[in-house]
């Protein structure tokens, strides 16, 4: 089986390529081939078959149907301007987001072979804030501008499942922590650093209070799940191809309390407290709760606990991170 | 105060335009210029202030800026490819409804005056079907093409609002009946057809069963609320500028029996039952039922009874069909 993951070179990108090189397989068949499409040709993991590494950008329509050759049967699109970026620059926010995707439909559609396609859409694509426990059937009324490209996203592709063109399974992903590297442009990006900067041994400011929520999963779950999207029987889904997965509602005390509990009390003192009005505006609109019932019977798996997902960082994450910043 | 018209040649862009030239003003402010767009340059109608007809294509972004000048307060952006034909053509639909709002919302944009843009949304954009009663927060679900294409058209809209370079009410009209001249290309044809046929004396049939009920409303209702969607305190919308406005739920049955108390057995007898599985299974998706709550708090008006909407038919536009068709 062909794979192609555009944006293959971010961070879930890059994660994903290397589950698929040590597994060497999908669903049971032997992946034949692996392309890697992001703004800079991503590295190639070692791996048991050929890996194609390029770089272009995913609103031109040329470049994303090279990285989709005939034969690809399964295409994760992560391609991205992320939630700030899109915010401060609307016009990239809708050329990466919204012509990106467009693009990958019709490359998609012009294999004619119904390629199944993984899309990571966001809980930004939501509005409701803090109090909100959004329901399977929840409407996405979003307060940013890459939350409203991610919820068109999703529209566009469900309608190109329908139509017969591909076979869409958009991931409506939580917040993803530990990211490891540096701090980046997502609004988000704080979620991660109050664990990953204390972890490094280096202080941090937290731009939101204590008791705030957050709807986080981990990189390893969001790994499941991208495998369980790409192999899944998808007729179980009908017309709706968008899935809100099973993550976990958690305040920032409570990771700084997992924190506490795998890191001793010196890493929680890392972290202080203040206030980022820019940061809060944007993360205070998003839900920090979803029923998800739905994704459950279709079968994406639960989150481990949050002291389980600060270990998982440590053990796949640390070292890297500490030596790409020369710690 | 200057108004635009796109889609100003179409079934409710002419009325729109008539309702402007006989009023002279808009929420109390009188009318100093009118352009109507569409395909083809429209007719102008007989008005106290300067009328200017263009046709072009509005996926044309120096078309469609050519029709929004500066100074401009409201655009009506009614053009759109309905929805059968964007069933049948793909990438006409997207070409048209897609880049077509994207060109509205970048010539918007560039006016830096925020105008009040009036975007007619449809019940197409819902799935849910027979059963269904829409809530005020239900998700978009569409079962068609163009339905998406118009959930999309809502979210670019709203987000355009949110950042400030417009001011979107996006309203999802019921099918609009009865619509005058000749049957056309939009799913929903019937609805009309059923009852215009039978008025200008012709035989006509229903492709649907009698028990099938439809989400209607007037072409007066129409008028009544784009005229309060171009007026209104928007700030009362928050970010959300959908509305799903008080139509009303009808069968066929009880549309035909308006048919007969206004216009008597005999044109009851014109309508004949011959299923039409293409038809049925595009409009079997649509809900028949909205709530509505939202729309009324907001002052979107009520509907007439069927009867007064027959009659209105008669009234308003009866003879100038019966001229088109040379009956
Ligand atoms: N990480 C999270 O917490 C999270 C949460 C919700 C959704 N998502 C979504 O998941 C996907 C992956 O997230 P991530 O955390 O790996 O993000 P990331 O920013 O690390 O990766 C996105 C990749 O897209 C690439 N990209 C950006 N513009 C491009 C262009 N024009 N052409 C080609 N490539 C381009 C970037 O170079 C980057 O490598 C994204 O679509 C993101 O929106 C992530
Ligand atoms: N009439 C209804 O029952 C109903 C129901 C729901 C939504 N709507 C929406 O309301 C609006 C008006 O509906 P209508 O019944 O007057 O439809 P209509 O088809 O009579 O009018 C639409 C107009 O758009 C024009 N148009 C199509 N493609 C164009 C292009 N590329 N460039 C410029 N103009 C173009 C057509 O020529 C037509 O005059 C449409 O957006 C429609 O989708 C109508």
New interface residues.
């Given amino acids: 089986m062909r794979i192609t993951i555009l944006g293959g070179g971010g961070f879930l990108g890059k994660k994903l390529a290397a589950r698929l090189a040590r597994d060497g397989s999908l669903g049971g068949k032997p992946i034949t081939g692996l392309t890697l499409f992001d703004l800079a040709a991503p590295p190639a993991p070692s791996a048991p078959f050929p890996v194609q590494c390029l770089g272009g950008d995913v609103a031109d329509p040329a470049a994303v149907a090279a990285a989709i050759p005939a034969g690809t049967e399964v295409v994760f699109h992560l391609a991205a301007v992320v939630s700030a970026a899109a915010e401060a620059d ?1 016009d990239l926010g809708m050329k990466v987001n919204l012509n990106g995707t467009l693009a990958v439909l019709q490359a998609c559609r012009a294999l004619g072979t119904k390629p199944r396609v993984i899309f990571t859409s966001s809980v930004a694509s939501f ?1 409701g804030g803090q109090d909100a426990v959004v329901p399977d ?7 940013n ?1 890459y939350g ?1 490209q991610k ?2 996203g999703e ?2 592709l ?2 190109a499942t ?2 017969g063109f591909l076979d869409a399974v958009s991931i409506r992903l939580p917040t993803v922590m530990v990211r490891p590297g540096r701090p980046n442009k997502a609004a988000s990006s704080f979620v991660s650093a109050i664990l990953r900067e204390p972890l490094l041994g280096l202080s941090t400011d937290c731009p939101v209070p204590p008791e705030f929520a957050v709807w986080i999963c981990s990189p390893r779950s969001a790994m499941e799940w991208f495998l369980h999207a790409a192999t899944m029987d998808t007729s179980a889904m009908g ?2 191809r968008g899935i809100n997965p099973p993550g976990r509602s958690a305040t920032v005390a409570k990771m700084l309390g997992a924190l506490e509990a795998v890191a001793g009390h010196a890493a929680r003192e890392k972290v202080g407290f203040v206030f980022d009005k820019e940061v809060f505006d944007i993360v205070v609109g998003w839900p920090a709760a979803f029923e998800a019932e739905r994704a459950r019977r279709l079968g994406f798996a639960e989150q481990e606990s949050l002291e389980d997902l600060v270990r998982a960082f440590i053990e796949d994450d640390l070292a890297a991170t500490k030596a790409e910043r020369g710690l």
Wanted: net charge neutral; no cysteine; hydrophobic share 35%.
């Fill in positions: 609307y509005g059937d929840g409407r996405q009324v979003p307060t501008s409203a919820a068109i529209l566009l469900q309608d329908r139509k017309i709706d």
